[in-house]
Nanobody, 123 residues
Framework: QVELVESGGGLVQAGGSLRLSCADTSRTRIAYSMGWFRQRPGNEREFVALITWNGADTDYSDSVKGRFTISRDSAKNQMYLQMNSLMPEDAAVYYC????????????????WGQGTQVTVSS
């Protein structure tokens, strides 16, 4: 059973940066694609970014492309989301997710989800 724990959320001014982390606290060490989703108040959960099991391929939503960077350290069972040039519309609860195909993950049909971490951006 994969267990995902997010950290790194907080309050930042517009234009600032944050780095989110996602730790897979399980001991299964199964290779899988991982990604980030976010949910803004009153909105559905939306795809942000994903990275394949070996880090060779990444994908981003148009709204974050060029500002956010996803990466992973498989040896440490960690995944990261570096968020730069943050805007008020980036404020949301960010969720880490893992498992399934790239397509399934991008569509929010992955197998495992964390509890989320809040990102607040002040204008």
């Amino acid at each position: 059973q994969v267990e995902l724990v997010e950290s790194g959320g907080g309050l930042v001014q517009a234009g600032g940066s944050l780095r989110l982390s996602c730790a897979d606290t399980s001991r299964t060490r199964i290779a899988y694609s991982m990604g980030w989703f976010r949910q803004r108040p009153g909105n559905e959960r939306e795809f942000v970014a994903l990275i394949t099991w070996n880090g060779a391929d990444t994908d981003y939503s148009d709204s974050v492309k060029g500002r956010f960077t996803i990466s992973r350290d498989s040896a440490k069972n960690q995944m990261y989301l570096q968020m730069n040039s943050l805007m008020p519309e980036d404020a949301a609860v960010y969720y880490c997710t893992a498992g399934g195909t790239k397509t399934a993950l991008r569509e929010g049909r992955s197998d495992y989800w964390g509890q989320g971490t809040q990102v607040t951006v002040s204008s």
